[in-house]
């Protein structure tokens, strides 16, 4: 519990550096200074242009991230200090079975280090396969506010 607790507490600051990375490279793009153009309040134009352009990079970053977290989890259970007993984790069954690596060596030495960094070569193979999922929302700024506005004319100063 308090593990996880650290871990997340100290992994977030990735995910946030990545968002605000992503929204100032978007509030400079076109369809933004078109949606503001056509009157778009900044709720609208955070909700449906803004965070379903991010949202593919954040299950980027998670799915990989996941897999790390699930190794680090392992390495403090195997120290001893993960989630404790009577529940099951991987870092704590690799510890106890230390023993058993001298008796039967051929079969122990491989089984560890494959279950425990499966997860984490699935997890990161898992953003490329529902690319429908991750698709950014076709922008219905037009639709909403066509007819509705006047047309945005450009002043001879080049201001709208």
Same mark, same amino acid.
């Given at each position: 519990?308090?593990?996880?607790?650290?871990?997340?507490?100290?992994?977030?600051?990735?995910?946030?550096?990545?968002?605000?990375?992503?929204?100032?490279?978007?509030?400079?793009?076109?369809?933004?200074?078109?949606?503001?153009?056509?009157?778009?309040?900044?709720?609208?134009?955070?909700?449906?242009?803004?965070?379903?352009?991010?949202?593919?990079?954040?299950?980027?970053?998670?799915?990989?991230?996941?897999?790390?977290?699930?190794?680090?989890?392992?390495?403090?259970?195997?120290?001893?200090?993960?989630?404790?007993?009577?529940?099951?984790?991987?870092?704590?069954?690799?510890?106890?079975?230390?023993?058993?690596?001298?008796?039967?060596?051929?079969?122990?030495?491989?089984?560890?280090?494959?279950?425990?960094?499966?997860?984490?070569?699935?997890? $990161?193979?898992?953003?490329? $396969?529902? $690319?429908?999922?991750?698709?950014?929302?076709?922008?219905?700024?037009?639709?909403?506010?066509?007819?509705?506005?006047?047309?945005? $004319?450009?002043?001879?100063?080049?201001?709208?």
């Amino acid at each position: 519990g308090s593990v996880l607790v650290g871990l997340v507490s100290v992994g977030w600051a990735a995910y946030a550096r990545v968002v605000r990375g992503m929204v100032l490279e978007l509030r400079e793009r076109d369809f933004v200074a078109a949606a503001r153009a056509l009157g778009a309040s900044d709720q609208y134009i955070v909700t449906r242009h803004i965070i379903p352009n991010v949202l593919p990079a954040i299950a980027v970053l998670a799915t990989v991230e996941m897999g790390e977290l699930i190794l680090a989890l392992a390495g403090f259970g195997f120290l001893g200090v993960g989630i404790q007993p009577p529940t099951p984790e991987w870092g704590a069954m690799i510890n106890d079975a230390r023993p058993f690596v001298l008796d039967a060596p051929a079969r122990t030495r491989w089984l560890p280090s494959t279950t425990a960094s499966s997860p984490s070569s699935r997890l $990161k193979v898992l953003p490329t $396969k529902p $690319k429908f999922l991750l698709r950014p929302s076709r922008s219905r700024t037009t639709r909403l506010f066509r007819g509705r506005l006047p047309a945005a $004319k450009l002043t001879p100063e080049g201001q709208w």
